[in-house]
């Protein structure tokens, strides 16, 4: 890394900047041991520092995990509690779960409160019923009689059934089959959460859940395909949760998720071609503007990138200027400039 660079993530580190997490890590020499940026032990002077992009660098040095910190760990994995309850729900989805369950899993409410609010802009309890409407919608879509959709979601009540449904959809069921429905996911990587929408077929979004403007995003989409949006897990959001998994291991440098770009036509060729930049490779909006014979396109090239809904599958990441810098990145240009070091690190 370069010494400005080096002195960039010192200063994080002294901040103790959450925006840097898993973007590197820091080596103490005086102690052998390594840190994520927000550990809370005595911060070295930085001659006594050496950064790392991955923890397997720091291993490779002789350097072990801090015992405070446990930068082993992903720092923005949700809490093992927590995933065994949305575990629990998902594997019974039609249950009427409550906010007393919660006890069972021996979790702090107001952990599992500001989590779900955090990761699927609702509460435990709104996000279960809509799991159990969600059901319901699907089966409705696929011809299921709405009474017997209505018991499959776990609703003795149909006066309860629809009151609930028209709240989340604003129609009643014997009008969801003329919605299409798009279901909603959250992922844990490194380098932050990243919001998933897909179909049963392809996946329109992925988005770190801390970028700008992520919710009029997610309500222009749903618009534009006249959708409704429930928490579920179809094929496609399995599927990318894997590879990216693979990704951030380094291990996978292509994405083989179906996915389905939704803009205008200037838009989706300068999406097509960006998925045509070789893994650890870059280039820059004037070169993409020249290559698509529109010389004078740089900046409508820049919007169309800012305009891409999935990060990383589609790599806006590896759009830089001519001279080299960075530029503006939806998801922060710390995780652009990670994202091109851990590909050219691994080309």
Not at 141 to 167: D, H, I, N, T
């Amino acid at each position: 890394m370069s010494a400005v660079r080096d002195m960039e993530y010192y200063q994080a580190l002294i901040a103790k900047d959450p925006t840097y997490l898993g973007t590197f890590y820091v080596g103490v020499n005086t102690t052998g041991v390594f840190c994520h940026v927000t550990c809370p032990a005595r911060k070295p002077k930085f001659e006594n520092c050496t950064f790392f992009q991955v923890p397997q660098q720091a291993l490779e040095a002789g350097f072990r995990p801090c015992k405070r910190c446990h930068p082993l760990l992903n720092p923005h994995q949700a809490e093992p509690a927590l995933l065994h309850l949305m575990e629990a729900v998902d594997a019974n989805p039609e249950r009427a779960w409550h906010s007393d369950d919660i006890e069972a899993f021996y979790i702090d409410p107001s952990t599992v409160r500001r989590q779900f609010k955090k990761r699927f802009a609702m509460t435990f309890v709104e996000y279960v019923r809509a799991r159990r409407l969600g059901l319901a919608l699907k089966l409705i879509k696929r011809g299921v009689p709405v009474m017997e959709a209505q018991l499959a979601a776990g609703y003795g009540s149909g006066s309860g059934f629809r009151e609930a449904f028209v709240q989340l959809v604003g129609k009643a069921p014997a009008f969801a089959a003329h919605y299409q429905v798009l279901e909603t996911a959250c992922v844990d990587t490194p380098l932050g959460t990243m919001r998933v929408i897909a179909d049963e077929q392809a996946l329109y979004l992925l988005e770190f859940t801390d970028r700008i403007h992520l919710d009029r995003e997610i309500d222009d989409l749903r618009r534009h395909i006249q959708a409704i949006l429930v928490p579920g897990y179809p094929a496609p959001i399995l599927q990318i949760e894997a590879e990216l998994s693979a990704y951030f291991a380094g291990s996978c440098r292509q994405f083989r998720t179906p996915i389905h770009l939704l803009g205008t036509p200037f838009q989706q060729r300068v999406w097509t071609i960006l998925q045509t930049i070789p893994y650890g490779e870059t280039r820059s909006y004037s070169g993409l503007a020249q290559y698509m014979e529109y010389p004078t396109g740089a900046r409508a090239v820049a919007q169309a990138n800012a305009a891409n809904r999935l990060a990383i599958i589609v790599p806006c990441h590896r759009v830089i200027q001519s001279d080299g810098n960075l530029a503006g990145y939806g998801g922060g240009v710390t995780r652009k400039r990670w994202l091109i070091d851990h590909e050219q690190s691994g080309a």
